[in-house]
């Protein structure tokens, strides 16, 4: 498997952390460097993190307070991005191959994201959908974060989580279509 050597790494991940600053994009990262077990939508998995991102996501999303109420438009959402130690090359020792793992922190409403840990959710986000939003152009942490906020805009309720909370949201996204488009 291809990896960078570390100070190389370390390197590309500064540059791509002053492309998302000159983008407007607060985020806070740390240098972890050692194993964590993240949950995914195939299950918590352990793999080995090099740096952890916590980013403020800049997309037009719902959140829903209580279970019947109508949801309310959220702006500003917040995720950890943990990059692996094999980024950015995509790797076959883990289940996903994604170089990175997402955990959702902030509320949502969401039929592709589970409720954010923040708001005592498992905040998996669905990994099917975000591939296919993004990995053509994952090759920077930008990228990624374009990724999520496109997720976030335009919901697949063919495809809802697990969850009971994500079922419900994709069943008010079929009956409210246009809701976040207005």
């Given at each position: 498997m291809p990896k960078l050597p570390r100070a190389l790494l370390e390197r590309r991940l500064k540059n791509e952390e002053e492309e998302l600053r000159s983008k407007g994009y607060s985020f806070r990262s740390r240098s972890v460097w050692a194993e964590a077990n993240i949950p995914t939508v195939l299950g918590r998995e352990t793999v080995p993190v090099a740096y952890a991102f916590d980013v403020r996501l800049k997309a037009k999303g719902l959140v829903r307070l209580y279970p019947d109420d109508d949801p309310s438009v959220l702006e500003e959402h917040e995720a950890q991005l943990s990059v692996l130690e094999s980024y950015p090359y995509v790797t076959d020792k883990?289940?996903?191959?994604?170089p990175f793992r997402l955990l959702w922190t902030s509320p949502i409403f969401h039929p592709n994201i589970a409720q954010g840990t923040s708001a005592g959710g498992p905040g998996i986000v669905c990994w099917d959908l975000l591939?296919?939003?993004i990995?053509?152009?994952?090759?920077t942490l930008f990228g990624i974060v374009k990724g999520l906020e496109l997720l976030i805009e335009h919901p697949?309720?063919?495809?809802?989580?697990?969850?009971?909370?994500?079922?419900?949201?994709?069943?008010?996204?079929?009956a409210h279509p246009d809701y976040l488009h207005k």
């Open positions: 883990s289940r996903l191959g994604a591939k296919g939003l990995w053509t152009n994952l090759d697949n309720t063919k495809s809802p989580l697990r969850f009971e909370q994500c079922i419900d949201a994709a069943k008010w996204f079929d």
